[in-house]
């Protein structure tokens, strides 16, 4: 049976963007109509061009109104996370075309009322439906562990660690995360600011609301580990007595105890003094109760026997293959329990 195709435009196309592209460009239910880029390098190249595939006929252009006034049903916003972008979401959404973005806003989020507001008003002016994807904020801190639940007879804790060897799996981040800077200078001054909670705020609610239960607070730690020599890394070099670990853990707190922590472990190899983690990249998902689980989420071992870290690009796919049931979706902010089990498109291409 001929599936329903969806006229795509890719918005953005660095490392989350490109695997999105690729995505849409190779899945035989979706047709690409158009890409956005900033790069002048990349304007007026073609869309195949950009990520090593065939051509497509669609050219890549930096004209935001040209892009707002094409007709199509979804557009995966993926721009730079400098940039604030929820006035261009809203602009796509009242133009009519669906949003898929992991650049935020992440809804529903009680800390982001205004913003919320905004981009609900825009959903009803467009007729279309926001929704946010990622791999965390999104798939490994909300729908994975949410799926365990069902393997659980009784909860005390959900426990997800995000698990990168910066050294083995390369990113831009590296040095505006403050690696190879003086331990004391960064536990004073971390680069995530203790806010960064309520952007991830909303996939905690969702462990939360599955569970049944309130958060009351959510507490804060953050720690350093100092690299024991010089560690280089693809984007510099960290002195030995710098900073060459970082762990940030926030916990959701309900009757009392926690009930949800997340974890981000991020070290540049195993020369760090403290070593919280073998260093494999992954996301671990640990339900404390009856019967205790745990579920590793990682890339298939590559031949230096290692897994690489796939969150960037999983980060797109996690968008692309929720689309058709976006652009099918009641207009509106939607979120997973909106969207129930997704079943994506296209997949299976013999
Ligand atoms: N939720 C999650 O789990 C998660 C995980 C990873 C990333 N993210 C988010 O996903 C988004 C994309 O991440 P990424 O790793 O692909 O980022 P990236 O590699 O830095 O690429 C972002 C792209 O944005 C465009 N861009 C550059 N400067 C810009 C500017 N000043 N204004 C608007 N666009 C600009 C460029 O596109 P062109 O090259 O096409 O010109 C650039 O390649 C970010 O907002 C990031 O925070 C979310």
Same mark, same amino acid.
Request: net charge negative.
């Given at each position: 049976?001929?599936?329903?195709?969806?006229?795509?435009?890719?918005?953005?196309?660095?490392?989350?963007?490109? +695997?999105?592209?690729?995505?849409?460009?190779?899945?035989?239910?979706?047709?690409?109509?158009?890409?956005?880029?900033?790069?002048?390098?990349?304007?007026?190249?073609?869309?195949?061009?950009?990520?090593?595939?065939?051509?497509?006929?669609?050219?890549?252009?930096?004209?935001?109104?040209?892009?707002?006034?094409?007709?199509?049903?979804?557009?995966?916003?993926?721009?730079?996370?400098?940039?604030?972008?929820?006035?261009?979401?809203?602009?796509?959404?009242?133009?009519?075309?669906?949003?898929?973005?992991?650049?935020?806003?992440?809804?529903?989020?009680?800390?982001?009322?205004?913003?919320?507001?905004?981009?609900?008003?825009?959903?009803?002016?467009?007729?279309?439906?926001?929704?946010?994807?990622?791999?965390?904020?999104?798939?490994?801190?909300?729908?994975?562990?949410?799926?365990?639940?069902?393997?659980?007879?009784?909860?005390?804790?959900?426990?997800?660690?995000?698990?990168?060897?910066?050294?083995?799996?390369?990113?831009?981040?590296?040095?505006?995360?403050?690696?190879?800077?003086?331990?004391?200078?960064?536990?004073?001054?971390?680069?995530?600011?203790?806010?960064?909670?309520?952007?991830?705020?909303?996939?905690?609610?969702?462990?939360?609301?599955?569970?049944?239960?309130?958060?009351?607070?959510?507490?804060?730690?953050?720690?350093?580990?100092?690299?024991?020599?010089?560690?280089?890394?693809?984007?510099?070099?960290?002195?030995?007595?710098?900073?060459?670990?970082?762990?940030?853990?926030?916990? +959701?707190?309900?009757?009392?105890?926690?009930?949800?922590?997340?974890?981000?472990?991020?070290?540049?190899?195993?020369?760090?003094?403290?070593?919280?983690?073998?260093?494999?990249?992954?996301?671990?998902?640990?339900?404390?109760?009856?019967?205790?689980?745990?579920?590793?989420?990682?890339?298939?071992?590559?031949?230096?026997?290692?897994?690489?870290?796939?969150?960037?690009?999983?980060?797109?796919?996690?968008?692309?293959?929720?689309?058709?049931?976006?652009?099918?979706?009641?207009?509106?902010?939607?979120?997973?329990?909106?969207?129930?089990?997704?079943?994506?498109?296209?997949?299976?291409?013999?």
């Amino acid at each position: 049976m001929a599936e329903k195709k969806h006229r795509v435009i890719q918005w953005a196309t660095g490392v989350v963007g490109s +695997a999105a592209l690729k995505y849409f460009i190779e899945n035989p239910v979706i047709d690409l109509v158009g890409v956005y880029v900033t790069n002048p390098e990349k304007v007026g190249k073609d869309a195949g061009d950009l990520v090593g595939l065939p051509k497509t006929g669609v050219l890549a252009t930096n004209d935001e109104a040209a892009i707002l006034a094409m007709d199509a049903d979804c557009v995966l916003f993926a721009p730079s996370m400098m940039t604030p972008p929820i006035e261009m979401v809203c602009q796509l959404l009242e133009s009519g075309k669906n949003v898929v973005s992991p650049a935020g806003p992440f809804l529903p989020n009680k800390w982001i009322p205004e913003e919320a507001a905004r981009v609900e008003a825009a959903c009803k002016a467009g007729n279309s439906s926001f929704h946010g994807c990622g791999i965390h904020p999104g798939f490994s801190g909300d729908i994975l562990p949410i799926t365990l639940l069902r393997l659980m007879n009784r909860v005390d804790c959900v426990e997800v660690s995000e698990v990168i060897d910066k050294v083995r799996n390369p990113m831009i981040y590296t040095e505006i995360m403050g690696f190879g800077t003086d331990c004391d200078e960064l536990l004073a001054n971390p680069r995530r600011s203790p806010e960064t909670y309520k952007f991830f705020y909303s996939s905690m609610a969702m462990i939360a609301e599955a569970l049944g239960v309130e958060i009351e607070q959510v507490t804060v730690k953050f720690e350093v580990a100092k690299a024991l020599k010089d560690i280089s890394h693809e984007f510099g070099l960290v002195k030995e007595g710098t900073c060459g670990g970082q762990h940030y853990e926030w916990t +959701a707190w309900s009757g009392g105890a926690p009930i949800i922590v997340y974890h981000f472990y991020w070290q540049l190899g195993p020369d760090i003094d403290p070593v919280w983690e073998t260093g494999e990249a992954m996301y671990r998902v640990r339900i404390h109760g009856d019967p205790p689980l745990e579920c590793h989420l990682m890339g298939q071992q590559d031949p230096d026997g290692r897994h690489p870290f796939l969150g960037l690009p999983w980060t797109g796919l996690v968008g692309c293959t929720v689309v058709p049931q976006v652009c099918d979706a009641a207009p509106g902010v939607v979120s997973h329990f909106d969207l129930g089990v997704v079943k994506p498109k296209g997949l299976v291409r013999r």
